[in-house]
Every structure is written in C-alpha cells, then in structure tokens.
C-alpha cells in the first residue's frame, strides 16, 4: 500500500513539474505589434482571404466518417456473437446492415459518390 501511495505521489510530483516546464518554457518573450492586432482590420484585402472550398470534399469526409462509426459499431457484434441468442444476434445484424445497404444506396442515387460531377 506504502508503494502505490510514493509511486502515485512521485508521478504527480512530476506531471506537476513537467506542465510548469512547459506553461514557462512555451510563453513568448517578446510582443509584436503587427501580430497581435487583428489581420486586415479597417483595410480592403488585395485578395480574396478566403479560399474557395469545394464542398465535395466536406461530403466525401462526412460519407468517411459515417462508414468509420459503422466499421466501430459491426465490430462488437463480430465478438458476442457466441455469448447471446442466435436468432437475436442474426436478426439484429442483418437490420443493422440492411440498414447501412440502405444509406448507401440512397447516397448512390443522390449522386453524392459521383466525384467527376
């Protein structure tokens, strides 16, 4: 018991000292005008600032991200597959990925996976 409480102990002791380290190590010493006031504040840009963004790829990361929580979601049901019901197990999986079938397809017909539009 005596163990845990000095490893505990020492291991805040040197979170403690590594997070002053970095709060000293990390702050800027000096102050520049220019960069602390707001960028092309009262000013007409020369350019346009910002970029124009297509929103194919915001799609196309929403369309990954969604398939990336599915991927999370099917690989559970991979390992209780021996620990419930068959007949439950089988019936919740096949309306999971019905489901998922169905997603898909309706983002095939709305022509969200067509990239050369």
């Given at each position: 018991m005596f163990s845990i409480l000095?490893?505990?102990?020492?291991?805040?002791?040197?979170?403690?000292?590594?997070?002053?380290?970095?709060?000293?190590?990390?702050?800027?010493?000096?102050?520049?005008?220019?960069?602390?006031?707001?960028?092309?504040?009262?000013?007409?840009?020369?350019?346009?600032?910002?970029?124009?963004?297509?929103?194919?790829?915001?799609?196309?990361?929403?369309?990954?991200?969604?398939?990336?929580?599915?991927?999370?979601?099917?690989?559970?049901?991979?390992?209780?597959?021996?620990?419930?019901?068959?007949?439950?197990?089988?019936?919740?999986?096949?309306?999971?990925?019905?489901?998922?079938?169905?997603?898909?397809?309706?983002?095939?017909?709305?022509?969200?996976?067509?990239?050369?539009n």
């Amino acid at each position: 018991m005596f163990s845990i409480l000095t490893i505990s102990t020492i291991i805040l002791l040197i979170s403690i000292i590594v997070m002053f380290l970095a709060s000293m190590l990390s702050k800027k010493s000096y102050v520049d005008r220019e960069k602390s006031s707001p960028f092309e504040c009262g000013f007409d840009p020369k350019s346009s600032s910002r970029l124009p963004f297509s929103l194919r790829f915001f799609l196309i990361t929403i369309i990954f991200l969604i398939f990336d929580v599915e991927i999370a979601l099917i690989l559970p049901i991979i390992l209780i597959m021996k620990l419930s019901n068959m007949f439950i197990w089988s019936i919740t999986s096949i309306l999971f990925i019905k489901i998922l079938l169905l997603g898909l397809y309706h983002e095939w017909n709305q022509g969200m996976l067509n990239w050369s539009n």
